[in-house]
């Protein structure tokens, strides 16, 4: 018994220094002193065991990352800079106007004199300069729409992999309750057995050891289910702070980004 008990104590000790540099870490995100005293509040993530519909949430998850949008936005601006970069193939209208004033002279009668002049310039050759320009955004657009389809397989493949671990999680909770109440229960069958003095006590500790480690499960099951359920709503971008954040709305922008290049 000594023996276990120093055992346990050494995971004890373990245990208070991670929760020790665990708090120091959230002290670190929140912007305080390490040395800050903190408590948090238990908050019961509530376990749901449903299948999560990846593509429905893949579907969302494209709508709705930063990365994506961002993406889109760099296509819209490469679809602008080649219709920027035709430019050096039109012709330019140049309007030029003068208006003078000057003191009357020998034989004229007139102090004002003005003049206009329109010149229109067609350019014939430069080089192939601006036809490079123009080659050059078409393949930044290529290269812009390629990088796209790979931040969406990404996504795609974060959310996949989320969703299957919060399922993973939720059914690992499931069982490890089970756990809990079948351990509680063999707890009770050895408290009556020793009390009716047909079982020793190390039944009974036996009994507690095996009701502690079943809880021990599951908190550990509910620690990852609450993770897995934030890294879903991480991946699909629904997070509900996430509104609050939303000040800028890019949708019209978005819009105009998905329009298929014209020419």
Not at 51 to 62: P, R, Y
Not at 69 to 76: L, M, R
Not at 158 to 171: C, D, G, K, N, P
Request: hydrophobic fraction near 45%; charge should be negative.
């Amino acid at each position: 018994a000594q023996v276990d008990l120093a055992n346990l104590n050494q995971q004890l000790i373990a245990a208070q220094s991670r929760v020790n540099i665990a708090q120091a870490n959230f002290n670190r995100v929140l912007g305080i002193s390490p040395d800050s005293p903190t408590q948090v509040e238990k908050v019961d993530v509530p376990v749901t065991i449903t299948e999560v519909d990846i593509v429905a949430s893949s579907k969302t998850a494209k709508e709705q990352r930063p990365e994506v949008k961002a993406q889109q936005v760099s296509i819209h601006l490469n679809r602008q800079n080649i219709k920027l970069q035709r430019t050096g193939l039109l012709p330019s209208v140049g309007l030029n106007a003068a208006y003078n004033y000057v003191t009357t002279q020998a034989f004229s009668n007139s102090n004002t004199s003005w003049q206009a002049t329109a010149v229109i310039s067609m350019p014939i050759w430069d080089g192939g300069i601006t036809k490079a320009r123009v080659n050059q955004a078409y393949g930044d657009l290529q290269a812009a729409n390629a990088t796209l389809d790979q931040v969406q397989l990404a996504v795609s493949q974060e959310v996949s992999q989320a969703a299957l671990t919060l399922e993973e999680a939720a059914e690992r909770t499931k069982t490890t309750a089970a756990s809990v109440a079948l351990a509680e229960e063999a707890l009770r069958l050895a408290n009556v057995r020793y009390e009716a003095g047909i079982a020793v006590l190390v039944e009974v500790t036996n009994a507690e050891s095996q009701l502690t480690q079943a809880r021990f499960n599951l908190v550990n099951a509910q620690y990852d289910y609450a993770i897995a359920l934030a890294e879903l709503q991480r991946a699909t971008a629904t997070q509900p702070e996430l509104e609050k954040l939303r000040l800028i709305d890019c949708s019209e922008l978005l819009k105009t980004a998905q329009q298929p290049a014209a020419g």
